[in-house]
């Protein structure tokens, strides 16, 4: 068996090492594919392997249909939104991904932004502090756990919503549970979002829903970039001069954002999972459910049933 590590945005070298040792362990090649520029280099190395591991790395039909011995790919972390799943499926290839394993580093990841956010992002001048700031968490799933638990240590009262997990959930971590997304957005001083990239949320953080925030606000997305409509929170950040922008993944229109000086931040790479302990986890995820796909045919975390 042949498995590719196909990785735009490189694993920790430690990270590396260790998928790799579980690959060893069960006598596995493994091939690397690191920091490419081309989508023709990924279509060479997907050529004669088994498997795949992937980051935000693309796969569409052209990659599968070059990939002719492909069984599984799996998406070393939680958002699939980059794997063609109806192509998946007709090319007989299974689809999974590692839910949970980065998420503390995404988590973390929301508080360093903020602290940069509400200190104005360190220009020297006064600015807040999250104690007693209300937090909309938009989404409670695993990274919005995390968010959660981490809030509470910085002494912010949490408020969470999501369509799929009921209230009870939200209320027994602590948390306020509110009846829509659109009383999120009124009660809090911050909204994090944690939401997936599906038909249903792409472009929904639109103008109408951001406009009904409080003076002060801030939106942090370390989401996706297409859950935001960026014509209209840009629109809306020209009208509103109090409203912050500060996200971990580069919207399509940066540099209309970067405009709005001392109220937008991107990283310029996406960073939540890039940490050595997310990189591990969620690789060492995906090579086990790789060995325990092939060996034994388990199809836990498969997203493409
Ligand atoms: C995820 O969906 O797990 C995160 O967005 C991390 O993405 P990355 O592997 O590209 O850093």
Redesign the pocket.
């Known amino acids: 068996m042949k498995v590719l590590i196909a990785t735009e945005?490189p694993f920790a070298p430690t990270a590396v090492k260790d998928i790799k040792n579980v690959f060893d362990a069960v006598g596995y090649e493994t091939v690397l594919l690191q920091k490419y520029t081309k989508k023709a280099q990924l279509i060479d190395a997907v050529k004669d392997v088994d498997a795949i591991i992937i980051?935000?790395d693309k796969i569409d039909a052209e990659v599968l249909n070059a990939a002719k011995n492909l069984k599984i790919v799996v998406r070393?972390?939680?958002?699939y939104d980059n794997i063609d799943l109806e192509a998946a499926t007709a090319h007989g290839v299974v689809a999974m991904n590692t839910p949970g394993q980065?998420s503390n580093a995404?988590a973390e990841l929301v508080f360093g932004l903020l602290v940069f956010a509400v200190r104005n992002f360190y220009n020297g001048k006064a600015g807040t502090e999250l104690k007693d700031k209300k937090l909309g968490i938009l989404a409670f799933g695993n990274v919005g756990r995390n968010v959660a638990r981490i809030a509470a240590g910085f002494g912010m009262e949490c408020y969470a919503y999501d369509a799929y997990c009921p209230a009870e959930t939200i209320e027994a971590a602590g948390v306020h549970a509110t009846k829509s997304q659109e009383e999120l957005f009124q009660n809090c001083d911050i909204v994090s979002l944690h939401i997936p990239a599906t038909n249903d949320t792409k472009r929904s953080i639109n103008r109408k829903l951001v406009s009904q925030m409080k003076t002060g606000a801030i939106l942090i997305n370390t989401a996706r970039k297409e859950v935001i409509n960026e014509e209209e929170l840009i629109e809306l950040m020209d009208e509103r001069l109090d409203l912050k922008y500060v996200t971990d993944i580069m919207p399509d229109a940066d540099e209309k954002f970067k405009e709005f000086e001392g109220r937008y931040f991107s990283t310029p790479k996406?960073m939540?999972?890039?940490t050595a302990e997310a990189n591990t986890n969620a690789g060492i995820a995906a090579a086990q459910q790789i060995v325990g796909f092939i060996r034994d045919g388990i199809t836990k975390y498969q997203v493409n049933k």
């Open positions: 945005k980051r935000s070393a972390g939680a958002g980065n995404v996406k939540g999972a890039q």
